[in-house]
């Protein structure tokens, strides 16, 4: 991802409205920390403007059809796509500063019967160095991971939907193995944020590899430590078991729903028990929360009370609801937290590998040992979020 210019820049006189509107959005979009932005051609010509706000699209405003085309072309241009192409998907990537930070921009086109959508995604670098202990990890938890990080072989594995934050968490682990005594290779589909010093590769659409591709190159790659993307096929959970039963350090996600979950997850890959009690180390598990506007926040009674069945935490008498501010786009929440469980491969739990209950019950015996909900039902009662939230977070379903 070669890339000269940091902004959008005009040719002549007529794209300068747009290059500079475009800027502005950019600029707005980076230092107010919005996720998406959406080009959407509208039947005469036009195309609308809407920002994802802390979950939710919001209208920014309408560009004029005179600029609308220009405007897809600027971003095609940045891109390095195909400025004649209104057929096919094209998919890529520039860098976008602003105030001396460094934002990736991933951009999506498709074409539609008016004209586009096209989606950019912007990723704040900063996010891909961040250190463990800036994921608020509750501290027994945070123990959990650098445990497992400071293993010399084996995997850890990291649970939840699209959006639970696992990458995020794996970078931190991977950043803290960052070091030059150490070969750090990733397979990532696609690779969000570059790593100095990390060797990724690229794998999925258009790329030619697979993740079991990947990761067949990896091992002749002398690594210490190995990122895996996703594990979502049995070849790829066969390699990386396998990896960390032979000197290797495996970081992994999963799509599973809770720690628990992943042993099953990974018997449904072909996995035998023996083979998942040598190889992993630990098992994650988490999911993204709102957290509730301070500047707004009104108490109320619980909103729903059933969140808090089998959590072993009580109902409290109140929760904080936010009622919209400015500070928070109007949304009631103010920003973004993760709940963790983490279960490590204990010898207990180990013994009682295929059989549920056995397996909870090993869990239970270790400290740091939570389930999501408990996690999630402690930040209603210390007043982070409430139960609107932990419900739509527990119930965020694993689509695909
Ligand atoms: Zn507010």
Redesign the pocket.
Known sequence: MSVVTKNFISTNDRDRRITDRLNEIFALATGKRWSDIHFESLEDGSAEVRVRIRGRLKQLEIIHPDDAKLLINKLRYRANLDVSDTRHEQDGRFVQEFEGRRIDVRLNIVHTNFGYSAVVRLLDSANAGIPIEKLQMPEGIEAAFRWGLSQREGAVLNAGPTGSGKTTTLYAGLNSKNTEDTKIVTAEDPVEYILKRIQQIPVGEGTGRTFSSALRAMMRQDPDVILVGEIRDAETASIAMRAGMTGHLVMASIHANSSLETYSRLQDLGLPKHIIGASVRLFIAQRVVKTV?P???QKASVALPEVFNDSGVEVPGWEWV???????D???Y?DRMAIFEAIKMTRPFRDALGDEQAMEAAARLQPQYQTLRTAGCNLIVSGETNSLEIDRALSEGLAG
């Open positions: 506007c500047h707004c926040r936010g009622s919209g501010c400015e500070s928070c109007e949304t009631g103010d």
